[in-house]
T-cell receptor
Framework: KAGVTQTPRYLIKTRGQQVTLSCSPISGHRSVSWYQQTPGQGLQFLFEYFSETQRNKGNFPGRFSGRQFSNSRSEMNVSTLELGDSALYLC????????????FGQGTRLTVV | KNEVEQSPQNLTAQEGEFITINCSYSVGISALHWLQQHPGGGIVSLFMLSSGKKKHGRLIATINIQEKHSSLHITASHPRDSAVYICAVPSNTGTASKLTFGTGTRLQVTL
């Protein structure tokens, strides 16, 4: 059974640009959650999608957005990048959300210069 | 106050030692996750438990729902166990679709 796949693994962008990250969940999983990890703030919840609907959103500005497709693959987009957006972005897939076992991808390490 | 607190923050052990990492949470939960993160960044789910005890190889996780406390034990520790261990709990509102994480315990096992 294939695991959670995140692409790309590494990304360098310039301030003001936008970026799109992709997450392919485990087959059959309908929930995809996104998290940001920084040395200062640790792991923080961005949003969760379930069956193409955003079910929950963390405390992040509107520059952070996401979507989920009918095959459960999810993308997150960050517009007008700031230096502080440099982080490891992780997605987790599960059958039904945080009360079921979560499987994480390897993450996308975004560096904003 | 964080909803999830872990101790210790850092832990150094010699190979073969028995290790305990603690996690306390302040809200009622239906399940608790223990995760492992290696320096490369990827996170591996070790356990999800809602009561009692679970064991997988040299790893044991316990939870006491009444005391809002969980522990992760590693028996006969090995250098390959060196990683950051994180506990996480689902939110207790709405659809419980998000995890709140502890700050992690950085474990270094030396020969």
């Amino acid at each position: 059974k294939a695991g959670v796949t995140q692409t790309p693994r590494y990304l360098i962008k310039t301030r003001g640009q936008q970026v799109t990250l992709s997450c392919s969940p485990i087959s059959g999983h309908r929930s995809v959650s996104w998290y940001q990890q920084t040395p200062g703030q640790g792991l923080q919840f961005l949003f969760e999608y379930f069956s193409e609907t955003q079910r929950n959103k963390g405390n992040f500005p509107g520059r952070f957005s996401g979507r989920q497709f009918s095959n459960s693959r999810s993308e997150m987009n960050v517009s007008t990048l700031e230096l502080g957006d440099s982080a490891l972005y992780l997605c987790a897939s599960s059958l039904a959300g945080a009360v079921t076992e979560a499987f994480f991808g390897q993450g996308t390490r975004l560096t904003v210069v | 106050k964080n909803e999830v607190e872990q101790s210790p923050q850092n832990l150094t052990a010699q190979e073969g030692e028995f290790i305990t990492i603690n996690c306390s949470y302040s809200v009622g939960i239906s399940a608790l996750h223990w995760l492992q993160q290696h320096p490369g960044g990827g996170i591996v789910s070790l356990f999800m438990l809602s009561s009692g005890k679970k064991k997988h190889g040299r790893l044991i996780a316990t939870i006491n729902i009444q005391e809002k406390h969980s522990s992760l034990h590693i028996t006969a520790s090995h250098p390959r166990d060196s990683a950051v261990y994180i506990c996480a709990v689902p939110s207790n509102t709405g659809t419980a679709s998000k995890l709140t994480f502890g700050t992690g315990t950085r474990l270094q096992v030396t020969l």
